[in-house]
């Protein structure tokens, strides 16, 4: 596992391609995400990174 804290300074669209990361955001309820999802950041999001399985994926930030 391994775990970090996050700060987006932009919006970030991310597709995962593999893996699993489970995110906990400084406030409200922790959400994983797997290969498959689609998943954006907002920017200004304070959040931690609990990565379970090795993360592979295309982003954009904007």
């Known amino acids: ?3 970090f ?5 932009a ?3 991310c597709y995962i391609l593999e ?3 489970t995110v906990q ?3 409200g309820n922790a959400v994983t ?3 498959g999802d689609l998943v954006t950041f907002p920017q200004g999001m304070n959040c931690h990174w609990n990565i379970t399985q090795p993360i592979r994926k295309h982003y954009l930030f904007r």
């Open 1 to 3: 596992m391994y775990y």
């Open 25 to 27: 955001p400084e406030f």
């Open 33 to 35: 995400v797997k290969a």
């Open 19 to 21: 893996g699993e990361v």
């Open 11 to 13: 919006e970030e669209i």
């Open 5 to 9: 804290p996050w700060t987006y300074d």
